[in-house]
Structures are given as structure tokens and as C-alpha cells.
């Protein structure tokens, strides 16, 4: 594997981590209910989207975070994270 497509998949990784992480994070400090019964609740009332969205707030912070190291490459990859939560949520609300 060359070694710019190593780096921006593990921005890619991270990304999607952190958007993970942005997600629980949401739940835990803004919602009264458990992760799982708040999935559930959101595929229910079709705002999973809406919460996706908002654990890619992180990505911002990750993708600034490579920036400043001068880690180019990962930073893409954080960006692709960015774009497929994006399709995600793009596809989640017209299905």
C-alpha cells in the first residue's frame, strides 16, 4: 500500500470514529435516554440524520487538528468521513 493512501485512510478512520464520538457524546450530555433507545427512537421518527449531523461536528476538530500538523493526507481522509456521513444522511431521509 503506498504511503498517502495508508495516511488518509486512517483519516478516514478517524473520522468516522470521531463522528461516533460526537454522536455519544450528544446522547449522553443533551438526551435523558440510553444510545440504544435513542437509535431507536430516532430511525422511528426519521432524525437520524439529524443526529449524525451533529456527531460530525468533531470531524471539524479532527480535520483542523491534521491541518495544523501539516498532515495533509489524513486530513482528506477526515474529509471523506465528512462526505459518506453526508450520503448517509442524504440517503436516510429520502428512504
Known amino acids: 500500500m503506498k504511503p498517502h493512501v495508508k495516511e488518509i485512510l486512517i483519516g478516514f478512520i478517524i473520522g468516522l470514529l470521531a463522528n461516533a464520538a460526537g454522536m455519544y457524546l450528544y446522547i449522553f450530555f443533551f438526551l435523558d435516554s ?20 451533529l456527531g460530525a461536528i468533531l470531524n471539524f476538530l479532527a480535520f483542523f487538528v491534521f491541518l495544523k500538523k501539516k498532515q495533509i493526507y489524513r486530513a ?14 442524504l440517503i436516510s431521509k429520502f428512504m
Do not use: F, P
Open 34 to 53: 440510553e444510545l440504544e433507545e435513542t437509535l431507536k427512537i430516532a430511525l422511528e421518527n426519521d432524525s437520524l440524520g439529524s443526529l449524525i449531523a
Open 76 to 89: 482528506r481522509g477526515v474529509i471523506m468521513a465528512t462526505i459518506v456521513a453526508a450520503l448517509v444522511i
